[in-house]
């Protein structure tokens, strides 16, 4: 069965595929890497997509950044292996550090921690968002071949209330997203 778009996202929470327009696919990963990396390459396996949509929540890094932004590229904050390699790459690995989706946008840094307080690592790498996720499904992709995509709605402030706020906030940037990727499917 080929889906030409899947939509991932870590839990109904964030987006219901209820509300999906029809053809569109979404998929819950559940929450981190490790289970966002796994969902997505069962996705490519299965519906062999041409593009996979990462939609989610994430913390503010860069106090410029506000509603639901686009990613255009991702880096890996909780890969610290020091001194085999610098804070963000794999030792070993020779896939980039930085994954990028093509597109304009803002720089995600995801982790498995729940970030609540300043990283001046994250601040230095121009980090504007952290979520916990995209990283593994853009390396998924990447690694397949598949174009991937990521659109975040920002819930915190990634400080010590965040998880006070992302609770609140959780359900407010699904109709902003399927906006946004029915303008996406247009282009």
């Known amino acids: 069965m080929s889906a030409p778009v899947v939509v991932m996202t870590a839990l109904p929470d964030e987006l219901s595929q209820a ?16 289970n966002a ?14 593009l996979i949509v990462n939609f989610g929540t994430a913390g503010r890094v ?9 990613i255009g590229s991702v880096l890996q904050h909780d890969m ?6 610098p804070r963000g790459m794999t030792p070993f690995d020779t896939t980039p550090p930085i994954l990028s989706s ?26 504007d968002v952290v979520d916990m996720e995209l990283f593994a499904i853009a390396l998924a992709c990447h690694r397949a071949g598949v174009s991937w995509c990521a659109f975040k709605f920002i819930t915190d402030d990634a400080d010590n209330s965040s998880a006070h706020e992302w ?5 407010n940037g699904e109709a902003l997203f399927w906006t946004a990727l029915a303008r996406l499917q247009r282009v």
Request: aromatic content about 4%.
């Open 19 to 34: 509300n999906a327009p029809p053809g569109v696919t979404v998929v819950y990963s559940g929450v981190g890497k490790l």
């Open 37 to 50: 990396g796994l969902a997505a390459s069962q996705v490519i396996a299965a519906h062999r997509p041409r």
């Open 62 to 70: 860069h106090a410029g950044v506000a509603g639901l932004i686009e």
């Open 80 to 85: 610290i292996a020091v001194p085999l390699a």
């Open 102 to 127: 093509g597109a304009q946008g803002a720089l995600c840094a995801t982790g498995d921690s729940f970030v609540t307080s300043v990283d001046p690592w994250l601040i230095e790498a121009n980090a």
């Open 167 to 171: 609770q609140k906030n959780v359900m």
